[in-house]
């Protein structure tokens, strides 16, 4: 319970360096959030009145306490492109997001677990070369190149997949998925939506593709390199000595070993994962948060920005923090403390 | 008795690659153990003690040699490698801390190996598994715990209701109390004792400490780099070494009594690297007998009474008392 006290409090201080770093950069960054308020070719007394109004015309310092105070009061503001609270628009789209992220970590963990161990259980024979090998290049193609690659395959030569969105627009017309827990696939499948869920799982494949690629090599060798040392413990060698079926040796005593190192890298490539989304949804105008911040962030739209980054930022030390506390629950040794 | 032998083993020879050339852990080892007996395999680190028991397992493939276990007629052992060992084959390793999985309850624990072994389920398991705990002195309240809250004794404890799971014929003791604290290690042996003579089961007892040979072997070899260099009785070996390996490991165990510590054969040096071993007798440039025969001709292994054999140009006194120090 200390622990989780104590992590709370570090969450809190990250949080306020986050806060801190994206209001400098709002600050020195050219552009004024006061002109995209209002578009078009304000006058100077437009522009000044604007600019009393965001409070921009008071002293730097005062600016900062305020913005801190009005974030710890759960208030991130409101748009400026859409005039809504942020907090409106991250909750329309963060569903989105989540969906495309948890299914692709789920996806990760579901192929990269039992390949990683397959590759350590053969060390060196062909599985295992070409899994290192598929691997080391799934580490090296940038995430835009991928997705753009796949969109050419799928969509521009074989037209088996859509080119980008979330769902079909006439089916969204047609069949209209009705928003439960806002991950579509769940949604349709909830409400018998055939159709929906046909349309939602299309055009989630290439997106889901790109981020399970990019992550699945770190997996696939966090877990092969762990294996290959626990293979050597003690206790694996007196498993074979006790004849014990090897399907139980390997997943049992061996992987349950592993589960730590691999579930702090899975926390940790969360954040790869949350950053590979922003750029995956722009290709493919996925309507979920990264997209969203990449176009705050084109148009000046600070309050926007900030909330969405704040937001994925207190998501990522959340999940981190899930990890730690799983620790416990994976090596009771680890408990009595 | 129709089949007097449990285990024999003949000619058994391991090498590994090694960057500066062959590595023989193994050259040529034979012996047999009989049901209910105790064979004590004493050496220095590097012997091929362990070796030697990984073969046996099969858990490590040997380059050649038979053996025959349980009534079965002899096969080359190194179809063995890499199978599931035999039934009624079982194992004590060294160190409790490692051959525990951490992350077991000392419950799952003993009953995996009677899992994998048997078809017992439910509560027919957690009462076998109970009886096992019992048999090693440890209490059904045991059973929850995992192996970080135990202590070392109750955790070799808990390795060896393990290996009796199996029901073995034939358990292989490698140094288990080696990595005991001095004061436990009595009473694992004593444990292991009383199990012997409840279950008949034989016993290979590997180990480097001779102290403890006489408390639980019936026969003992004495291996030096990969060889059998001594065996016998316990107690006639340990009465009248022959050869001055056996004699110089002898002199090293603490004894207790005053009038007991006269003339010792320490050991110079240390245990030739086996790959490069050297020509003639392995164990001449530590021996303080050495001649030139020695170093030019290896001794071989050369049966003096019945079930008493050494390997030395110049055997030591068979007397009570030899004056072979003055040699």
Redesign the interface.
Same mark, same amino acid.
């Given at each position: 319970m200390k622990t989780v006290v104590q992590r709370l409090m570090l969450m809190a201080i990250i949080i306020l360096g986050v806060v801190t770093i994206m209001f400098i950069l709002s600050r020195v960054l050219p552009g004024s959030p006061a002109e995209l308020m209002l578009g078009g070719h304000p006058t100077a007394a437009q522009l000044a009145k604007a600019e009393e109004e965001l409070g921009l015309n008071k002293p730097l310092l005062v600016q900062y306490v305020d913005y801190v105070a009005q974030i710890a009061r759960g208030d991130f503001g409101n748009s400026l492109r859409t005039g809504q609270p942020v907090i409106t628009e991250i909750a329309n789209r963060v569903g989105a997001t989540l969906e495309l992220t948890t299914l692709a970590i789920l996806l990760v963990m579901l192929l990269g677990i039992p390949l990683g161990v397959l590759s350590a259980v053969r060390q060196n024979s062909a599985i295992d070369n070409v899994a290192r090998a598929v691997a080391v290049a799934g580490v090296a193609i940038p995430s835009f190149m991928l997705a753009i690659v796949l969109q050419l395959v799928f969509f521009g030569v074989l037209k088996w997949l859509p080119l980008q969105g979330r769902i079909d627009p006439v089916v969204a017309i047609d069949a209209p998925i009705e928003p439960i827990t806002r991950f579509y696939l769940l949604d349709a499948l909830l409400t018998g939506n055939w159709a929906g869920f046909m349309s939602a799982l299309a055009h989630l494949a290439l997106p889901l593709a790109t981020l399970t690629i990019l992550l699945l090599a770190t997996v696939v060798r966090i877990t092969r390199n762990m294996m290959v040392e626990v293979l050597k413990?003690?206790?694996i $060698?007196? +498993?074979?000595?006790?004849?014990? #079926?090897r399907s139980?040796i390997y997943y049992r005593?061996a992987l349950? +070993?592993t589960l730590i190192p691999i579930l702090t890298v899975i926390g940790l490539t969360y954040g790869n994962l949350l950053s590979g989304a922003i750029v995956v949804e722009f290709i493919f105008d996925w309507p979920g948060l990264g997209g969203f911040l990449v176009f705050s962030l084109i148009e000046n739209d600070f309050p926007a920005a900030i909330g969405t980054t704040l937001f994925l930022a207190g998501l990522y030390l959340t999940i981190n923090l899930v990890v730690d506390l799983l620790y416990a629950v994976?090596? #009771? $040794?680890l408990r009595t403390s | 008795m129709t089949n007097p032998t449990l285990l024999s083993v003949s000619d058994v020879r391991k090498s590994f690659a090694t960057p500066r050339g062959p590595l023989k852990a193994l050259d040529g080892v034979s012996f047999s153990i009989k049901p209910g007996e105790t064979l004590a395999l004493v050496g220095e680190s590097g012997s091929g003690k362990s070796t030697l028991a990984l073969v046996l397992l099969g858990l490590l493939g040997a380059d050649s040699g038979m053996l025959a276990f349980d009534g079965r007629s002899a096969a080359p052992i190194a179809d063995r490698a890499h199978r599931r060992p035999d039934r009624g084959l079982g194992i004590v390793f060294q160190n409790p801390h490692s051959s525990l999985n951490p992350r077991m309850k000392v419950r799952s624990l003993v009953a995996e190996p009677l899992k994998a072994s048997s078809d017992l389920h439910g509560n027919a398991l957690t009462d076998r598994v109970v009886t096992l705990l019992e048999q090693v002195g440890l209490g059904r309240q045991y059973m929850e715990r995992y192996p970080h809250e135990l202590s070392g004794g109750q955790m070799q404890r808990v390795a060896i209701a393990r290996a009796l799971a199996l029901e073995p014929k034939l358990l292989i003791l490698d140094e288990p109390t080696a990595a005991l604290d001095v004061s436990v290690r009595m009473q694992i042996l004593k444990l292991l004792k009383s199990l012997q003579e409840h279950h008949g089961t034989s016993y290979l007892y590997i180990t480097h400490d001779l102290g403890t040979v006489d408390h639980i072997a019936d026969q003992i070899i004495v291996m030096y780099l990969g060889r059998i260099v001594e065996s016998g009785r316990v107690q006639d070996v340990f009465a009248a070494p022959r050869h001055p390996y056996t004699r110089a490991l002898l002199d090293a165990v603490p004894t207790l009594d005053p009038r007991n510590r006269g003339v010792f054969v320490t050991l110079d040096g240390e245990v030739p690297s086996p790959v490069d071993r050297p020509s003639g007798c392995s164990f001449a440039p530590r021996c303080r007998w050495k001649t030139r025969r020695c170093t030019e001709i290896d001794p071989a292994l050369e049966v003096a009474d019945p079930g008493r054999a050494f390997a030395c140009h110049h055997p030591l006194a068979s007397g009570p008392d030899g004056n072979e120090l003055d040699h």
């Open positions: 413990e003690g206790y $060698r007196t +498993a074979f000595a006790y004849g014990l #079926p139980s005593h349950k +070993a994976v090596d #009771p $040794r | -």
